[in-house]
Nanobody, 126 residues
């Protein structure tokens, strides 16, 4: 499975961005999909996750209520809608996939991820 994130950019505080992650492979619906981010000098951190069905989602407290994760299994894509962006959201954002057939669940653990995409830079100016 190959993952390709896109949609990053430079925005001002309060603006919105929509990140997308395109995936290859025919078993996309068997994957839990996550977004992580890594700011300069900081460890990579969990942002959001969505189960294969899309019925279960999970968010880091820092983004809850501002970010929304969604997926389109027919198009093999997962998206992250980011609203009310703050300077502290500045980071490289990565999409990742955890192969979990027959298990409709989510995980925050980066160690559970089987595949990672190259990141996309999000910069929020104050």
């Amino acid at each position: 499975v190959q993952l390709q994130a896109s949609g990053g950019g430079l925005v001002q505080a309060g603006d919105s961005l929509r990140l997308s992650c395109a995936t290859s492979g025919r078993t996309f619906s068997s994957y839990v999909m996550d977004w992580f981010r890594q700011a300069p000098g900081r460890e990579r951190e969990f942002v959001a996750a969505i189960s294969w069905s899309g019925k279960i989602t999970d968010y880091a407290d820092s983004v809850k209520g501002r970010f929304t994760i969604s997926r389109d299994n027919a198009k093999n894509t997962v998206s992250l809608q980011m609203n009310s962006l703050k300077p502290e959201d500045t980071a490289v954002y990565y999409c990742a996939a955890d192969f979990r057939p027959y298990s409709d669940y989510v995980t925050r653990l980066s160690g559970d991820m089987d595949y990672w995409g190259k990141g996309t830079q999000v910069t929020v100016s104050s």
